[in-house]
């Protein structure tokens, strides 16, 4: 099993930014890929940013792209998702996720793809 953590959101301003965390734990040596997925209020679960835990390659969803940048600390579990020039649109509950098949062999923006959650961190963006 693989526990993962969320931190770092808040309440801030439109143009600021924000980092969250996602530390692993458990059996981290499983893990291939790591993703962060939103949901906002009445809204459904939505593709955010995903990244290799090996090699570094990340992928984002288009209403990020530019804006927020994925990154890991292989030898703390941890990754990273730095969000700039937030908007009131990014509001959302952020959650990490992780599954333990190769980048690539699955689309990595798909909820069903990954097997381990947090618990989600609340995010909010006022304009």
């Known amino acids: 099993q693989v526990q993962l953590v969320e931190s770092g959101g808040g309440l801030v301003q439109a143009g600021d930014s924000l980092r969250l965390s996602c530390a692993a734990s458990?059996?981290?040596?499983?893990?291939?890929?790591m993703g962060w997925f939103r949901q906002a209020p009445g809204k459904e679960r939505e593709f955010v940013a995903a990244?290799?835990?090996?090699?570094?390659?990340?992928v984002y969803a288009d209403s990020v792209k530019g804006r927020f940048t994925h990154s890991r600390d292989s030898a703390k579990n941890t990754v990273y998702l730095q969000m700039n020039s937030l908007k009131p649109e990014d509001t959302a509950v952020y959650y990490c996720?992780?599954?333990?098949?190769?980048?690539?062999?699955?689309?990595?923006?798909?909820?069903?793809?990954?097997?381990?959650w947090g618990q989600g961190t609340q995010v909010t963006v006022s304009s």
């Open positions: 996720a992780a599954h333990d098949r190769p980048w690539g062999r699955l689309s990595d923006s798909v909820l069903s793809d990954y097997d381990y």
């Open positions: 458990g059996r981290t040596f499983n893990i291939r890929v």
């Open positions: 990244i290799s835990w090996t090699g570094g390659s990340a």
